[in-house]
């Protein structure tokens, strides 16, 4: 029974929480105000120097940095994975009483920042996502411009994404663990 627990938690850590931190990190990027992308370099390259032949303007990549579906469907990824991820903790729990660790110091750890994780994502990530997708213009809700609110998120959500780092290396070194690493 242990090893099914713990599959399943392992599976539902890498099938949940993976597409969440991946989304959320894309997240700022397609939520900024188009009026905030970087000018381009209208500098002509020169025509004469091997390699910089200038490609036909139907060649070029499309600036997609700033598009509302896509930070929309980004949401919407955090938003159901969350539900999703939900299944992490319950079976990991479920994971530690079987293995008789819960009262061990890395899994107390892991809980805390566990714990830490779902809160910054619940409190913070999703819902200055859903303020900048809700404000049309410059500004979201609470007033900032929407380059410095997706800026605040963007380091949100690498403080989540680092989070879930130090919580998989606790995970597999087990500091302290009798149940070997």
């Given at each position: 029974m242990t090893k099914l627990l713990?599959?399943?938690?392992?599976?539902?850590?890498?099938?949940?929480i993976g597409p969440i931190a991946v989304a959320a990190s894309l997240f700022p990027r397609f939520a900024r105000d188009p009026g905030d992308a970087p000018e381009p370099d209208d500098r002509e390259p020169d025509a004469q120097a091997p390699g910089n032949a200038q490609e036909p303007d139907d060649a070029r990549e499309p600036d997609d940095r700033r598009d509302p579906a896509i930070a929309a469907f980004l949401h919407r990824i955090c938003r159901g994975y969350?539900?999703?991820?939900l299944a992490v903790p319950v079976f990991g729990l479920a994971t530690g009483a079987q293995l008789g660790v819960l009262g061990?110091?890395?899994l107390?750890?892991?809980?805390?920042?566990?714990t830490i994780a779902a809160a910054l994502l619940a409190l913070a990530i999703l819902p200055?996502?859903?303020r900048l997708l809700a404000a049309p213009d410059g500004t979201d809700t609470a007033g900032n411009t929407r380059a410095?609110?997706?800026t605040r998120l963007a380091m949100t959500t690498g403080i989540?994404?680092?989070?879930?780092a130090i919580v998989v290396v606790l995970m597999i070194v087990r500091p302290g663990s009798t149940t070997g690493a």
């Open positions: 713990l599959s399943v938690h392992v599976l539902a850590a890498i099938l949940a969350t539900v999703v991820g061990d110091a890395w107390i750890t892991s809980i805390v920042l566990t200055t996502q859903q410095a609110a997706a989540f994404n680092l989070l879930w």
